[in-house]
């Protein structure tokens, strides 16, 4: 490899140390207990006001298409090694995000979709991946996320439109494709999807980016992977309601916390005086009580700190126990098999959050777990037949 490759490879690997930590994407480490969450008593959907038009919201996970973890081991091979190390695990990483084919999961997703008619949909790993020359800018594009889910949409008559989309990291790195040495890019989004009708109005849309980052020092120099969040105000017949998606981070449930802290400060305040939904990627399971070494935070605080001080209401559990609604989560190749699938969908990361102006909780309806069927994976492919996506999705029809 020439000098001037190992020169623009060393210096983007600050940016690989902050893209390496993007996605251990919410497997959690170690047992859960099942059955700890319990349904509100019948009584309670008694208590529903028939006031206020249903509003049904989905949140859901794409799935990026790879684990960006193997490109750690750039990070601890040997100087010399680091360029060959981080070229070998990058074009692995592209591989495999052929081999787990959004074009195909994305008609499953869109089935979904289609299927329950969210209102509003917040989803995460928008991903968009492109490529470009060596030394130049990543400008082709290989695979939209987004694009790929509206046409799939389209196709089955389901027409929605990007109400927001929140750009966060960018990173480009080098790797083989086409049998050549090329400039790879993954640009990661979050989004929210509305659907044409007549009785949900956009008012206004926003987002940012959170402060606190994981920071990752290398030769130098520091780089951060970058998580953000949408608000999206939509009139749902006679009142304004507020519809955010979000992402935490999964290295570290300190950065999580604190994440999940800002978004309270901002536009997730309570008290905010509109009834707000939060879709959420929480990366946090209200059953794991462990702290990772060397934090301070359990994986269970971000989801603590929103339903305690944030004052949100888990909707899901206002419908049925935790139990019932494990959303996270399979393999990097998304092709297990049924039976192993039921047992890796152990835990929940996945969540809608509700609270009414006045702090109560939004009455729901009705609730689903989508994209756990074996009946919802792709037809056959070459490592098998795979998921829609390595978690499955929540749909909650509620009242706010």
Not at 65 to 75: E, I, N, P, Q, Y
Not at 220 to 233: C, L, P
Not at 272 to 296: F, R, W, Y
Request: glycine share 10%; hydrophobic share 45%.
């Amino acid at each position: 490899m020439g000098n001037r490759h190992r020169s623009v490879v060393r210096a983007l690997l600050a940016a690989l140390a902050g893209l390496a930590l993007v996605l251990a994407i919410a497997v959690v480490a170690g047992a859960h207990g099942h059955g700890h969450g319990h349904a509100r008593p019948a009584a309670h959907h008694a208590h529903a006001r028939a006031n206020g038009k249903p509003l049904t919201v989905m949140t859901r996970n794409l799935y990026l298409g790879a684990d960006l973890t193997r490109a750690f081991a750039a990070l601890q091979a040997p100087p010399d090694r680091q360029l060959d190390v981080l070229i070998g695990a990058t074009t692995t990483i592209r591989a495999i995000v052929d081999q787990t084919n959004f074009p195909l999961r994305a008609q499953r997703l869109a089935a979904e979709i289609a299927d329950h008619r969210p209102d509003l949909v917040g989803l995460q790993e928008a991903a968009l991946w492109r490529h470009g020359p060596l030394g130049g800018e990543a400008t082709t594009v290989d695979y939209d996320f987004l694009q790929l889910l509206l046409g799939a949409l389209a196709a089955r008559g389901a027409h929605y439109v990007v109400a927001r989309v929140q750009q966060e990291s960018d990173v480009t790195l080098p790797g083989f494709l086409g049998g050549r040495l090329q400039n790879l890019r993954l640009t990661m989004r979050d989004a929210v999807l509305e659907r044409a009708n007549e009785g949900v109005k956009l008012l206004d849309a926003s987002g940012a980016n959170y402060v606190t980052r994981i920071p990752v020092t290398l030769a130098g120099q520091t780089a951060s992977f970058i998580r953000g969040y949408d608000v999206v105000d939509v009139r749902a017949g006679p009142q304004r309601v507020r519809f955010i998606n979000t992402h935490l981070e999964s290295e570290s449930s300190d950065v999580a916390y604190a994440q999940a802290a800002e978004l309270l400060a901002g536009p997730a305040a309570p008290g905010n005086g509109v009834p707000t939904i939060l879709a959420c990627d929480c990366n946090s399971d209200p059953l794991n009580a462990s702290v990772k070494p060397g934090e301070v935070r359990a994986h269970r605080d971000p989801y603590l700190l929103l339903t305690g001080a944030g004052g949100f209401h888990d909707e899901w559990l206002l419908f049925a126990p935790a139990s019932a609604g494990f959303t996270s989560g399979l393999s990097e190749l998304v092709n297990d098999a049924p039976a192993a699938a039921a047992a890796e969908f152990d835990h929940r990361i996945d969540f809608v959050f509700g609270r009414r102006a006045d702090g109560s909780p939004m009455p729901v309806l009705h609730a689903w777990v989508t994209g756990k069927d074996p009946a919802d994976r792709t037809p056959p492919t070459p490592i098998g037949r795979l998921w829609p996506s390595d978690h499955a999705g929540v749909v909650v029809k509620l009242r706010p």
